[in-house]
């Protein structure tokens, strides 16, 4: 077994997160948001303008899914960790051709690595009859974020751990 690599900066670049829009929430362009995840890969949250998360996505160079790797790191960063669960997490192998003629001659270097990524989809669900959604804060320093469900007519402003930091402050 073989650790795992950062990817090459070509590939990296294959795998930027390209443009989309928030289709379940609302119509708005989504934001694609680097975070410090697992190293020694990349992570990336893609959410709307108002924080509702659509996809998380985490991608390494090497021989094996990072899921379990992962799963650890986006629990530290959810309130509360239990929402993070293992049918929600999906895990691929990107191959050279679908990232470009560049990204495949360099991963056709290292035949024994492949491109490992991780992605996390939470769907909205019910909670005493209100329908919530995930919504991510990153409001906590550079490629840091804060994950938590809230009702999907909140404003993206409830991140618990924001609330904390405000009471403290009050005393």
């Known amino acids: 077994m073989t650790r795992p690599q ?24 989504l934001r694609a948001h680097r975070i410090l995840l697992a190293r020694p890969g990349v992570g990336w949250v893609f959410a709307c303008p108002s924080g509702v998360v659509s996809v998380t996505r985490y991608a390494e160079w090497g021989d094996r899914a990072p899921t379990e790797r992962v799963a650890r790191e986006l629990r530290r960063r959810c309130v509360p960790p239990g929402v993070v669960r293992r049918r929600d997490l999906r895990s691929a192998t990107r191959h050279g051709p679908e990232l470009g003629r560049a990204a495949e001659r360099r991963l056709a270097s290292r035949p024994d690595l492949r491109v490992r990524a991780v992605y996390w989809r939470v769907y909205p669900f019910a909670r005493r009859s209100v329908e919530h959604r995930l919504f991510a804060c990153f409001r906590h320093g550079a490629g840091e974020v804060v994950f938590y469900p809230a009702p999907s007519d909140s404003t993206g402003r409830d991140c618990p751990r924001c609330a904390v930091e405000r009471r403290g402050r009050r005393r």
Do not use: F, Q, T
């Not at 443009?19 to 708005?28: A, I």
């Open 6 to 29: 950062r990817l090459p900066p070509i590939v990296e670049r294959a795998l930027r997160p390209k443009d989309g829009h928030c289709y379940r929430h609302c119509s708005r362009p």
